[in-house]
């Protein structure tokens, strides 16, 4: 790992200007190494161990990644691989789905924010490819071993409000397994991994905000969790299979249970559900 193995005290996060608008076919990764050394701080000069945090917006506009807002619930229908639930209200039906990223997220993502009036974006097509290629371009540039998240916007079940989370990450130890250390007390941990990756993404949004037009963010002072290599990628942190306790929504379900009892000889018609 680059960077002291202690426990961290300090952090710093700050968001570099000069980024502006991106559009389909710019070269994302010199636009922000272009932003990264124009910056007139000496102190924001990359350095080893830094955490690079970067909007997936910006990567799915270079990428053409912009469909028309007509055709939303079609492209929310085209990157679904999994309905995970569903719910009617005077809008129309918000879907819950499992993305082909593997993320499960309100509308696979397609997001109607920061992007031009009648068109919607879609997720970036390999955000753990777009993380490496930034990092890449600050090795080559400023001669520095960083690591990258892309980020992108989540719901949570069980809390309001939205975070952002790490949807591709390169250089980057993305969890950090505690089980089997021992807590201040000295019992041990059997349970706690902490999604560095995700807390990253988090605390950057915080300086880069949703309509500042910065859509880029260094981390300073947790290169303990920086690597040589690239690492495994954002699909670490995605807990699936049997390990999901919630794959499906509550009507889903029902609706897979009673579909299995009838195959099994139930009641030929659903009861009404309470």
């Known amino acids: ?53 970067l909007t997936s917006k910006v990567v799915s506009k270079a990428e053409g990644r912009v469909v028309a807002a007509e055709d939303r ?3 929310i229908t085209d990157e679904t ?39 919607v974006l879609l997720l970036p097509l390999d955000p753990d490819a777009s993380a490496r290629a930034l990092r890449d371009g600050v090795a080559a ?24 989370i790490a949807i591709g990450v390169a250089g980057l130890t993305p969890l950090e397994d505690l089980r089997g250390r021992a807590d201040s007390f000295g019992r041990p941990l059997t349970m706690t991994v902490t999604a560095v990756a995700d807390e990253l993404a988090a605390a950057a949004e915080l300086v880069k905000g949703k309509a500042s037009g910065r ?20 699909r670490a942190l995605q807990r699936t299979g049997p390990d999901d306790m919630f794959r499906l929504g509550t009507a889903e379900a029902y609706a897979e249970g009673f579909a299995a009892g009838r195959a099994a000889g139930g009641a030929p018609e659903a009861p009404t559900q309470a």
């Open 1 to 53: 790992m680059t960077g002291a193995d202690r426990e961290p005290s300090e952090l710093r996060v700050w968001a570099p200007g000069g980024v502006g608008e991106v559009r389909t076919g710019d070269d994302l990764v010199a636009l922000l190494l272009d932003a990264l050394a124009a910056d007139d701080d000496p102190d924001h000069r990359p350095a080893d161990g830094d955490v690079l945090v």
């Open 141 to 164: 540039r400023f001669g520095v071993t960083v690591g990258v998240i892309v980020s992108d916007t989540a719901g949570r079940p069980w809390r309001d409000g939205v975070v952002d």
């Open 73 to 75: 619930e079609q492209a």
């Open 81 to 119: 691989v999994r309905v995970v639930a569903t719910r009617e209200h005077s809008a129309g039906v918000t879907r819950i789905v499992e993305n082909r990223l593997g993320l499960v997220m309100a509308a696979a993502g397609v997001d109607a924010s920061n992007t031009p009036a009648g068109t």
């Open 215 to 234: 859509p880029l963010a260094v981390v300073r002072g947790l290169g303990r969790w920086v690597t040589a290599e690239d690492g495994p990628g954002a």
